[in-house]
C-alpha cells in the first residue's frame, strides 16, 4: 500500500477552474509531462498525452 507521501494526484485538465489556470496550463503540463505522460480521463473520455 502506498505511503501519503507516495501518492501521485493526477490533475485532470478538465479540473482547471479559475482564469489564471486556464489561461497559463504550463504547471498542469509540467506536472502531467513528469508523472502521468499518458493519462485516461474518464470524465471526458479521453486521453491525456
Not at 507521501?5 to 489564471?20: A, D, M, P, Y
Not at 498542469?28 to 498525452?49: A, F, G, I, S
Amino acid at each position: 500500500m502506498a505511503s501519503p507521501e507516495n501518492v501521485i494526484l493526477v490533475h485532470e485538465i478538465s479540473k482547471l477552474k479559475t482564469k489564471e489556470e486556464l489561461w497559463n496550463p504550463y504547471e498542469w503540463y509540467r506536472l502531467m509531462r513528469d508523472n502521468h505522460p499518458v493519462h485516461y480521463d474518464e470524465e471526458q473520455d479521453v486521453w491525456n498525452v
